[in-house]
């Protein structure tokens, strides 16, 4: 859970079917006292929620919790001075959601693969530069807030950044590799819907946790998350570990390697026993000062055969 220096009560996490994600530290964000970066796992097609919850003591405010997807406002939700019950109070923000006459409708927030199109034939545009400076991330800012009061205003429906392709120089080289998308709208529980006046002088948060999200291989180049090791060898490997389908393979693999080195040695023996029978020694008298023999293979000399007048063969010596 991500949690803050000046608000250490005050707890923020992301979670996939009810699972918080793995969190891990962004070292090349400054960590200030109000406010926490934490890089999580996205997992393409995943439903995700995010989750607050507020511990003992309790404030002496009303706070409300403000998220934004990739730099957009999508939702806020209060955690009212009359929710201070027991040891702590929970939220979970899955989606937007928005009225249309007396009908409610959620939409889920999911994670959804960005595509990146590397032929440099796309333009960049300035709007496309102005979304993606706060693509793949999840912020929620805190603020402390009072005078709560309900309204019959009702909610238009809204929407997250919406990216298609996007040309890779216009990435300049981070690692973006995902978006937030929402699901199709379903029908939901009403709610309702306050003003509040903010406690602290122009707006200001005493919180904001953001996570980006990036897939697994995007945290291993930018070393975040260290990359997945190099398997060992079948060969070797402990047999006792393994499983039935390991054993096997290794199995062909030995038969394999077996097969390959008889046909090899096989192979060899043809080759010497041709290479003798067409070869010849040539042996000279063995001398005293002699240190070592030689010897010389060489191939058999066809003789030149001739006819005479008689028909006789004769065989040229020389």
């Known amino acids: 859970m991500a949690i803050t220096t000046l608000c250490p009560r005050l707890k923020t996490y992301i979670s996939i079917d009810g699972v918080a994600l793995e ?11 109000s406010s926490v970066v934490k890089y999580i796992e996205a997992v393409s097609g995943a439903d995700f929620s995010i989750n607050c919850e507020l511990s003992r003591p309790w404030p002496s405010h009303s706070i409300l919790l403000d998220v934004f997807i990739d730099g957009k406002w999508v939702r806020g939700t209060f955690i009212q001075q009359k929710d201070f019950v027991g040891n702590s109070v929970k939220r979970n923000i899955s989606g ?7 009908e409610w409708f959620l939409q889920k927030f999911c994670f959804s693969d960005l595509v990146v199109d590397d032929s440099g034939a796309r ?4 709007q496309l530069m102005k979304d993606l400076k706060q693509m793949g991330e999840i912020t929620v800012k805190v ?19 919406d990216v298609e392709v996007v040309p890779e120089k216009a990435l300049k080289g981070r ?8 699901r199709p709208p379903v029908i939901t529980a009403t709610s309702s819907v306050c003003d509040c006046d903010y406690v602290e002088p122009n707006k200001a948060s005493f919180a904001v946790f953001t996570f980006k999200y990036r897939s697994r291989a995007a945290l291993q180049s930018l ?21 039935p389908a390991e054993m096997r393979e290794l199995l062909r693999r ?13 192979e060899r023996g043809v080759k010497r026993e041709r290479g003798r029978e067409r070869s010849s020694t040539i042996d000279r008298p063995v001398q005293e000062d002699d240190d070592e023999l030689s010897f010389v293979s060489a191939k058999r000399r066809r003789l030149p055969v001739t006819l005479d007048e008689n028909g006789v063969e004769t065989i040229d010596l020389t």
């Open 23 to 33: 969190e891990y530290a962004d070292d090349d964000e400054e960590q200030k006292p």
């Open 96 to 102: 937007v959601n928005h009225s249309n006459g007396n």
């Open 123 to 126: 333009r960049v545009e300035d």
């Open 143 to 161: 603020f402390y807030v009072e005078n709560l009061r309900q309204t019959a205003r009702g909610v238009s429906q809204q929407d997250v950044v």
């Open 175 to 182: 690692s973006l590799s995902h978006k937030s998308s929402l």
């Open 223 to 243: 070393l975040v998350i260290p990359r997945s090791p190099s398997p060992i060898p079948l060969e070797e490997r402990d047999v006792d570990s393994m499983t």
């Open 254 to 266: 030995q038969r394999e390697r077996d097969e390959a080195a008889a046909t090899v040695k096989r």
